[in-house]
T-cell receptor
Framework: QKEVEQNSGPLSVPEGAIASLNCTYSDRGSQSFFWYRQYSGKSPELIMSIYSNGDKEDGRFTAQLNKASQYVSLLIRDSQPSDSATYLC??????????WGAGTKLIIKP | DGGITQSPKYLFRKEGQNVTLSCEQNLNHDAMYWYRQDPGQGLRLIYY???????QKGDIAEGYSVSREKKESFPLTVTSAQKNPTAFYLC??????????????FGAGTRLSVL
């Protein structure tokens, strides 16, 4: 069974620091990778997408992909209390189905 | 404004009752999806549809049914055969199912509880 693994947390980070969220996946044929943010009681919203090895930056967010290690990460610089949420990693597998991790709960401490 | 509208926001089901969750999108997306989310778990795919009048079962389709008569609409019925329906139900859509086009966007969700 294809899997996406995330540490459930909670991950506690001081305000202004860098938050690092990690995700591993099992299907080597996966081509597209996504990070979603989900506030408590709300629906997921897309933060970043990444398709090739390396880094992709968007404002305070950087996604990193390493297909050889089957590893994708999300860095959040200058963390703010409003970044406190659950972050979901999603991987598009070789059958074009999106496989979801269970999410990492991030808490930014003022 | 373009988006995905789910209704109702909260729904209560009585024993033996079928209930229908509505999902409408005006993004002109071809693909639509229904997910179920339980506390502390990832999203699990119930059904998806790539085009009108066609839909496929996901990982947990038992006890659920869908229809896709219009491109904009993809309602989900939770039947009495679904014995544990209490969950957060999310509808999503994407331009297509393949590659970079499969960025999925979500509605606000429907929270279903059993009376």
């Amino acid at each position: 069974q294809k899997e996406v693994e995330q540490n459930s947390g909670p991950l506690s980070v001081p305000e202004g620091a860098i938050a690092s969220l990690n995700c591993t996946y099992s299907d080597r044929g996966s081509q597209s990778f996504f990070w979603y943010r989900q506030y408590s009681g709300k629906s997921p919203e897309l933060i970043m997408s990444i398709y090739s090895n390396g880094d992709k930056e968007d404002g305070r967010f950087t996604a990193q992909l390493n297909k050889a290690s089957q590893y994708v990460s999300l860095l959040i610089r200058d963390s703010q209390p409003s970044d406190s949420a659950t972050y979901l990693c999603a991987v598009l597998d070789s059958n074009y189905q999106l496989i979801w991790g269970a999410g990492t709960k991030l808490i930014i401490k003022p | 404004d373009g988006g995905i509208t789910q209704s109702p926001k909260y729904l209560f089901r009585k024993e033996g009752q079928n209930v229908t969750l509505s999902c409408e999108q005006n993004l002109n997306h071809d693909a639509m999806y229904w997910y179920r989310q339980d506390p502390g778990q990832g999203l699990r795919l119930i059904y998806y549809s790539q085009i009108v009048n066609d839909f496929q079962k996901g990982d947990i389709a038992e006890g659920y049914s869908v229809s896709r008569e219009k491109k904009e609409s993809f309602p989900l019925t939770v039947t009495s055969a679904q014995k544990n329906p209490t969950a957060f139900y999310l509808c999503a859509s994407s331009k297509d199912r393949g590659g970079s086009k499969n960025i999925q966007y979500f509605g606000a969700g429907t929270r279903l509880s059993v009376l």
